[in-house]
């Protein structure tokens, strides 16, 4: 597709149980962002994804959080032992290269989580 | 106190009123982004900019690196420009997070009929 494409669109699930967050960046994209946006608040960042180095994840809250990004392409985002605070819009951004070399980021639509 | 402070945070206008959002930052960046969000939540990326002024329809965004100070204007306002404005930096090191954004907490704007 033309755009950055995330799955689900809305998931709502148990409290306890893992949830699975899917972005597909722009093709020939290098970097992939992931950030959380929490009711009320602003975009927090998650994890960088660039090329084959290894990701930068200093923004995950806790280690029930993972990412992962096959062939350099399609990344997931994985919460485990969901927790009601995980409850947020969940975006992903990708770009050309890195934003240092001052390119631009895509977003795409964002998946709500709900934890109940 | 945030890297990223925007100002107003929310904003009710009338169709038609030229609408400024502000956007003020205290580190040294290499680019400044202005986002919109609508109400499901997706976001679109407005405009880049590292220096001087752009435009798009009736949308204008400044920045002054000087002063460490960007603006995003919209002339002719109409309600479907109702939404969320995000200002986000590009840092210029590297530190835990800054190859990605510095985002503000965003205005929320409403333009009424």
């Known amino acids: 597709g033309a755009g950055v494409s995330q799955s689900p669109s809305n998931k709502v699930t148990e409290k306890g149980k893992d949830v699975e967050l899917r972005c597909d960046p722009i093709?020939?994209?290098?970097?992939l962002y992931w950030y959380r946006q929490s009711l009320g608040q602003g975009l927090e960042f998650l994890i960088y994804f660039q090329g084959n180095s290894a990701p930068d994840k200093s923004g995950l809250p806790s280690d029930r959080f993972s990412a992962e990004r096959t062939g350099g392409s399609v990344s997931t985002l994985t919460i485990q032992r969901t927790q009601q605070e995980d409850s947020a819009v969940y975006l992903c951004?990708?770009?050309?290269?890195?934003?240092?070399?001052?390119?631009?980021?895509?977003f795409g639509q964002g998946t709500r989580l709900t934890v109940v | 106190k945030n890297e990223v402070e925007q100002s107003p945070q929310n904003l009710t206008a009338q169709e038609g009123e030229f609408i400024t959002i502000n956007c003020s930052y205290s580190v040294g960046i290499s680019a400044l982004h202005w986002l919109q969000q609508h109400p499901g939540g997706g976001i679109v990326s407005l405009f880049m900019?590292?220096?001087g002024k752009k435009k798009h329809g009736r949308l204008i965004a400044t920045i002054n690196i000087q002063e460490k100070h960007s603006s995003l204007h919209i002339t002719a306002s109409h309600p479907r420009d109702s939404a969320v404005y995000i200002c986000?930096?590009?840092?210029?090191?590297?530190?835990?997070?800054?190859?990605?954004?510095?985002f503000g907490k965003g205005t929320h704007l409403i333009i009424q009929p």
């Open positions: 900019l590292s220096s």
């Open positions: 986000a930096v590009i840092v210029g090191r590297s530190r835990g997070g800054a190859d990605g954004l510095t």
């Open positions: 093709s020939g994209h290098t970097a």
């Open positions: 951004a990708s770009s050309l290269g890195q934003p240092r070399l001052n390119t631009e980021a895509f």
